[in-house]
């Protein structure tokens, strides 16, 4: 069963004029019940975050019908949160925070098949963003170990030793085929990403 993106974008309606309200109980469950994710936000303008949540939530049920557009915004939202450290676990405390804050807001309108759709929206956003944020770690890690290159053949690459006898890639060129090896990796997760989001809908 996909995702009903028409019962999303009406209960999504619903949600617009009140939308600063379940942004504020977002935070208040979130906090209450987790209190550990405090530390993320603790040199952190609230309402400018506050905003910033719904932005990304409109962003998302806009793009609910642009696959590409979708991934291409969750790959980057993701890459922004892994950057500050955010785990995959944490994604599972912001979804129910999220499901609740809905909830009370939308009160009757709240059925059993606008919360499926939703926690399977949400759902899509958070695998989505996860893979993002390995992609970060991934750069990151990949910055770090930069130094480690040096123009010698005892630590030259791995592709140098697979050329032939006597042959060695200058570091302009292992800088390029590492450019083009983090490009196809990117490409990839991207079309796993697009790909999943289309079975979904």
Same mark, same amino acid.
Not at 43 to 54: C, E, F, G, S, Y
Not at 89 to 106: C, I, M
């Given at each position: 069963?996909?995702?009903?993106?028409?019962?999303?974008?009406?209960?999504?309606?619903?949600?617009?004029?009140?939308?600063?309200?379940?942004?504020? %109980?977002?935070?208040?469950? /979130? *906090?209450?019940?987790?209190?550990?994710? =405090?530390? *993320?936000?603790?040199?952190? +303008?609230?309402?400018?975050?506050?905003?910033?949540?719904?932005?990304?939530?409109?962003? @998302?049920?806009?793009?609910? +019908?642009?696959? +590409?557009?979708?991934? %291409? *915004?969750?790959?980057?939202?993701?890459?922004?949160?892994?950057?500050?450290?955010?785990?995959?676990?944490?994604?599972?405390?912001?979804?129910?925070?999220?499901?609740?804050?809905?909830?009370?807001? /939308?009160?009757?309108?709240?059925?059993?098949?606008?919360?499926?759709?939703?926690? #399977?929206?949400?759902?899509?956003?958070?695998?989505?963003?996860?893979?993002? @944020?390995?992609?970060? =770690?991934?750069?990151?890690?990949?910055?770090?170990?930069?130094?480690?290159?040096?123009?010698?053949?005892?630590?030259?690459?791995?592709?140098?030793?697979?050329?032939?006898?006597?042959?060695?890639?200058?570091?302009?060129? =292992?800088?390029?085929?590492?450019?083009?090896? +983090?490009?196809? *990796?990117?490409?990839?997760?991207? =079309? #796993?990403?697009?790909?999943?989001?289309?079975?979904?809908?």
């Amino acid at each position: 069963m996909g995702i009903n993106i028409n019962v999303v974008r009406s209960s999504f309606e619903l949600v617009k004029p009140v939308a600063h309200l379940v942004a504020d %109980r977002f935070y208040e469950i /979130l *906090f209450q019940d987790h209190p550990e994710a =405090k530390a *993320f936000f603790a040199k952190v +303008d609230m309402p400018k975050q506050k905003n910033a949540l719904i932005a990304s939530l409109v962003a @998302a049920v806009n793009h609910l +019908d642009h696959p +590409d557009q979708l991934t %291409r *915004f969750l790959l980057s939202l993701g890459e922004n949160h892994g950057r500050y450290g955010v785990e995959d676990h944490h994604y599972h405390w912001v979804g129910l925070s999220l499901l609740k804050a809905l909830k009370e807001n /939308l009160h009757v309108s709240w059925t059993p098949e606008v919360e499926y759709q939703w926690t #399977e929206v949400y759902g899509i956003m958070a695998e989505a963003m996860k893979a993002g @944020a390995k992609r970060s =770690k991934s750069n990151v890690r990949s910055i770090h170990r930069e130094p480690s290159l040096e123009p010698s053949f005892k630590q030259a690459s791995k592709v140098d030793l697979h050329l032939e006898a006597g042959l060695v890639l200058t570091e302009s060129a =292992k800088s390029h085929i590492r450019h083009l090896v +983090d490009q196809a *990796f990117e490409a990839l997760i991207q =079309k #796993e990403v697009n790909f999943c989001i289309e079975e979904s809908l």
